[in-house]
């Protein structure tokens, strides 16, 4: 998939020799969304070490995330986002979208699967950062939804949908999956614009199977 990369209109943004888009936080540094690498596998996987940390984000029975479980997330994904530290490229988040994991999601549907986070870094809003990201990509892709479900006891899942202001749909729509809460959050409009995301990548928005719909 392309390399894709971000800027935030209310931080501070900047080009790397390649012309890139970075994202600088006033916060923590500076950031750069981009795709999967080869590099990136061993680290994401060191995050989820336990049968119960895979269940919150897989339906895949192991003890802990393996290379293998990781790349059948990425076959089935149509985008895969990594949150990078800048200048050395560290992975600290991952996150795919998919339309593969809900059988019969509607086609304004698309869906964020597989949020981790690099656990040593857990209270620098990483999650919050990947799913805004997330909606501007699916947004700039034609979709009108944004969703995601959540393991009834994971509460730092919980507390992320609370932080993005995602809408609650559990048990309304005949096609998500029961036994999680599920979540959506509604693109375009002010909301997106609120966002200030800029996009840039080799191969522009719809790399691989990430096509408008």
Request: glycine share 8%; charged share 25%; with cysteine.
């Amino acid at each position: 998939m392309a390399d894709f990369e971000v800027a935030r209109g209310c931080a501070s943004s900047r080009s790397d020799p390649a012309g890139s888009a970075v994202m600088e936080s006033p916060v923590i540094g500076a950031f750069r969304i981009r795709g999967l690498a080869d590099s990136d596998r061993v680290e994401i996987c060191s995050w989820v070490r336990t049968r119960a940390e895979l269940e919150f984000v897989s339906g895949e029975t192991a003890d802990g995330l393996s290379i293998p479980i990781l790349e059948s997330w990425e076959r089935d994904a149509e985008a895969c986002l990594v949150l990078a530290k800048e200048p050395d490229q560290r992975p600290m988040g991952f996150c795919t979208l998919t339309r593969l994991e809900a059988r019969n999601i509607p086609e304004s549907y698309v869906e964020l699967c597989h949020l981790i986070t690099d656990p040593s870094e857990r209270h620098v809003f990483l999650g919050s950062r990947l799913v805004h990201a997330a909606e501007c990509l699916a947004d700039q892709n034609g979709y009108s939804f944004l969703c995601g479900r959540v393991v009834t006891t994971n509460r730092q899942g919980l507390a992320l949908v609370r932080f993005v202001r995602a809408e609650e749909f559990t048990d309304l729509e005949a096609w998500s999956p029961v036994g999680f809460r599920w979540f959506r959050l509604r693109l375009g409009g002010d909301r997106a614009k609120s966002h200030l995301w800029y996009w840039r990548g080799r191969d522009g928005f719809r790399e691989k199977s990430f096509t408008s719909h």
